[in-house]
């Protein structure tokens, strides 16, 4: 079956770096686009930034210039390197992909960024 599973948060200040990975399995992740979403306390669910099967990427505005999506189909694994953290950045960050119709989601990790 489809899994996800995202390493990689943790604490950090403001200013600092993080990279989230997801690891993928139980389908061709090649073949597929990946995306990151995030939730942070008592708001909805925002896509992040997302990477095609082909490598073509979107970033959400709050994120560009300072977060990178990249993949790694070889290692079925997506990763968000993401510098520059502000406060704002706290949530709970979560990988996705979308196959047949159906989305998939991973557990989440925590990113708290400390002022």
């Known amino acids: 079956q489809v899994q996800l599973v995202e390493s990689g948060g943790g604490l950090v200040q403001a200013g600092g770096s993080l990279r989230l990975s997801c690891a993928a399995s139980g389908f061709i992740f090649s073949k597929y686009g990946m995306g990151w979403y995030r939730r942070a306390p008592g708001k909805e669910r925002d896509l992040v930034a997302r990477?095609?099967?082909?490598?073509?990427?979107y970033y959400a505005d709050s994120v560009k210039g300072r977060f990178t999506i990249s993949r790694d189909n070889a290692k079925s694994t997506v990763y968000l390197q993401m510098s520059a953290l502000k406060p704002e950045d706290m949530a709970v960050y979560y990988c996705t992909t979308t196959i047949l119709l159906r989305n998939y989601w991973g557990q989440g990790t925590q990113v708290t960024v400390s002022s």
């Open positions: 990477i095609s099967s082909g490598g073509t990427t």
